[in-house]
């Protein structure tokens, strides 16, 4: 527990930044009868009974001092998926950094070795000693703050019911959006008004 209040504690390094990453399952629901949308006077109707789609898995990054995030489904949440979004991560996102401070749960594919899986031996490798995982302790993955990201999405841009994985992604990236445009952090405080303080 000490060790992620640390990496909480560290002051903010553009070159070593502190990541948080975390993911859900989801639900992906149709209607079987048409909804009735809202009128003057009606709310918006929609029946009980809905269509099991299937499901997939939200992934979320989140780098809380910046107040940047990043979330994106994918249809299975596999080594080979958690290792494509950690090279999406380190390459897209971040390719300038020496070292990435991930904070994450202990789920079974969160492993190093997941990367070896979907990667030749020496790029694995490369990924590798661009990492500084600290994982959560056991019955406290309520301490990453990427949990709150996924609440927030969760409340905010996934109350309805959608039926399929583009149409996700599509609502992910439009709330993604919208919260990196207002540098909105956990804290509730913007990253400018935090370096006026400073």
Same mark, same amino acid.
């Given at each position: 527990?000490?060790?992620?209040?640390?990496?909480?504690?560290?002051? %903010?390094?553009?070159n070593?930044?502190?990541?948080?990453?975390?993911?859900?399952?989801?639900?992906?629901?149709?209607?079987?009868?048409?909804?009735?949308?809202?009128?003057?006077?009606?709310? %918006?109707?929609?029946?009980?009974?809905?269509?099991?789609?299937?499901?997939? $898995?939200?992934?979320?990054?989140?780098?809380?001092?910046?107040?940047w995030?990043?979330?994106?489904?994918?249809?299975?949440?596999?080594?080979?998926?958690?290792?494509?979004?950690?090279?999406?991560?380190?390459?897209?996102?971040?390719?300038?950094?020496?070292?990435?401070?991930?904070?994450?749960?202990?789920?079974?594919?969160?492993?190093?070795? $997941?990367?070896?899986?979907?990667?030749?031996?020496e790029?694995?490798? %490369?990924?590798?000693?661009?990492?500084?995982?600290?994982?959560?302790?056991?019955?406290?993955?309520?301490?990453?703050?990427?949990?709150?990201?996924?609440?927030?999405?969760?409340?905010?841009?996934?109350?309805?019911?959608?039926?399929?994985?583009?149409?996700?992604?599509?609502?992910?990236?439009?709330?993604?959006?919208?919260?990196?445009? $207002?540098?909105?952090?956990?804290?509730?405080?913007?990253?400018?008004?935090?370096?006026?303080?400073?």
């Amino acid at each position: 527990m000490e060790d992620i209040l640390d990496v909480y504690a560290l002051p %903010y390094n553009p070159n070593i930044p502190v990541i948080c990453m975390d993911e859900q399952p989801c639900h992906l629901l149709s209607h079987k009868a048409e909804p009735i949308a809202m009128k003057p006077g009606q709310t %918006y109707r929609e029946d009980y009974e809905y269509k099991r789609e299937g499901t997939c $898995s939200i992934f979320v990054f989140t780098e809380p001092l910046k107040g940047w995030r990043h979330i994106e489904a994918r249809k299975r949440r596999t080594m080979i998926d958690w290792a494509n979004q950690i090279d999406q991560l380190l390459n897209v996102y971040y390719p300038e950094a020496e070292l990435i401070r991930l904070v994450m749960d202990n789920l079974n594919t969160h492993k190093i070795g $997941s990367l070896y899986q979907a990667f030749t031996a020496e790029y694995a490798r %490369y990924m590798a000693k661009r990492l500084a995982i600290h994982y959560t302790p056991k019955h406290g993955s309520w301490r990453n703050i990427a949990e709150i990201e996924l609440s927030a999405v969760t409340q905010q841009s996934l109350s309805q019911r959608i039926p399929d994985i583009e149409s996700l992604n599509g609502q992910l990236a439009a709330w993604e959006k919208t919260r990196n445009e $207002s540098k909105n952090i956990s804290t509730g405080t913007s990253q400018q008004s935090r370096q006026e303080v400073s």
